[in-house]
């Protein structure tokens, strides 16, 4: 559970930008599109290795 400890005449806005980063932090709703659909390990484990090839790349690129 989140709490967000309000100061005495904070924004409301300021407030609930706070409160949406630290929720965006915890990745929950990440964690739940996730959940959403079943991927199989072997497809997963393929985006990984693709995605550390990426970056690779770019570091490469950039020395």
Known sequence: MIIMPIKEGE???KALKKFKRKFEKTGVLKE?????QFTKPSV??????L???YVNKLQREEE
């Open 11 to 13: 924004n409301i806005e």
């Open 51 to 53: 995605r550390a090839i």
């Open 44 to 49: 997963e484990k393929r985006k990984q290795k």
């Open 32 to 36: 739940l599109r996730a959940r959403q």
